[in-house]
């Protein structure tokens, strides 16, 4: 991975650095056929992100934070920014005239575009702001969006353009609100992250090309379902804290409980995240289709690895919008592990 040193402050007539805007239109250049359909959506995603970085920065001071009182298709509290977020994410992408048809975590149903908007050929699926149990905490919380080609034919999208595998993904990424706002998205040929630059309004390239390392020192994983794992599971954690200097151990445990820091950490550090499914949770927690998959995507093309715990997350066949998946991602050698302590091979 190459640090790109973004825009710092410049001394006067200093170059700015290699904005998101210019990286998306590069790539459409060297992309034969293409149409701008992709960049134009990029870019909406990109305004989004400003839009919904803005207010979670003044969360506490817009009044944007606790709870809706109401409860989403998964049964969570819905925070008043997971609704803002929501919103902003269907209204910055639904009239450009790039997309059949959207879907959130915060919608039962898929996101019909309006009859006044002209449809396009893309189909984006976003958690808007996962990480929701954190935003009263002051906790990096972060937007996750997968974009599929639609398969069907006509004017609005079908489910079935959103019941896609994640290896026919045409771009996956995330915005993540931390320490510093940044997003990170591939479109399977590199992984590359821009830092957002609030006093220029833009996301500067800031990690070019990024790459996850073969194997880490680091998992991250709740230990407080340790009592509803399977045996394997517990064994391979139970030999993550061994001292055994030659394979690296003990690992260093991290959990912030927010998806997109903990893949964040592990995508530049290494190391494995893991929700693996326990006795709570049979299909696991976390979502295939907005979450698991386009996160696979990213750690594949860095170099990494996803599983479901049996297959490539990439491979599996959804079969509903909001369907749960196990999920072990990060360095490819550490996914290894993992799975073969859970498949009883260790
Ligand atoms: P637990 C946040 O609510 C979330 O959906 C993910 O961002 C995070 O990885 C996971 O749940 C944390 O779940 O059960 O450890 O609190």
């Not at 575009?113 to 954190?134: A, C, H, M, Q, W």
């Not at 151990?249 to 499914?277: E, M, Q, W």
């Not at 990213?298 to 049996?310: P, R, T, V």
Request: with cysteine; charged share 20%.
């Amino acid at each position: 991975m190459t640090i790109v040193h973004s825009w710092g402050p410049p001394p006067s007539g200093a170059m700015p650095g290699t904005t998101l805007e210019r990286h998306i239109l590069e790539r459409q250049r060297q992309t034969p056929g293409a149409t701008g359909d992709f960049s134009g959506l990029f870019q909406q995603i990109s305004l989004a992100g400003k839009l919904i970085n803005a207010r979670v920065r003044q969360a506490g001071l817009a009044g944007m934070l606790g709870l809706t009182g109401q409860t989403n298709v998964q049964g969570e509290q819905v925070q008043k920014l997971d609704e803002f977020a929501n919103n902003v994410m269907i209204r910055s992408c639904e009239a450009g005239g790039h997309l059949c048809l959207m879907a959130s975590e915060e919608d039962d149903d898929v996101i019909k575009i309006p009859e006044r908007f002209p449809t396009g050929k893309y189909v984006l699926l976003f958690d808007p702001l996962d990480g929701s149990s954190n935003i009263d905490v002051g906790v990096t919380i972060g937007t996750i969006f997968s974009i599929q080609r639609r398969v069907t034919m006509g004017r609005s999208g079908q489910l079935a353009d959103c019941l896609q595998r994640g290896s026919t993904q045409v771009a996956a990424g995330y915005i993540l609100y931390g320490s510093s706002t940044m997003l990170v998205y591939t479109t399977g040929d590199g992984v590359h992250g821009f830092t957002y630059d609030p006093s220029a309004g833009e996301f500067f390239l800031s990690h070019e090309n990024i790459r996850v390392p073969q194997k880490g020192g680091t998992y991250s994983l709740n230990e407080g379902n340790y009592s509803r794992w399977s045996d394997g599971l517990r064994a391979w954690v139970d030999w993550l804290k061994q001292d055994d200097k030659s394979t690296g151990r003990p690992y260093g445990a991290r959990y912030v409980g927010s998806l997109v820091a903990d893949f964040h950490r592990t995508l530049l550090k290494g190391g494995v995240f893991a929700y693996p499914s326990d006795t709570k949770s049979p299909k696991g927690k976390l979502r295939l289709l907005y979450e698991a998959s386009p996160l696979a995507f990213i750690a594949e093309a860095a170099g990494g690895a996803a599983s479901d715990g049996d297959q490539r997350i990439l491979d599996v066949e959804p079969k509903e919008l909001h369907q749960r998946t196990p999920l072990f991602i990060g360095s490819r050698e550490d996914v290894e592990t993992a799975l073969a302590f859970a498949h009883g091979r260790r």
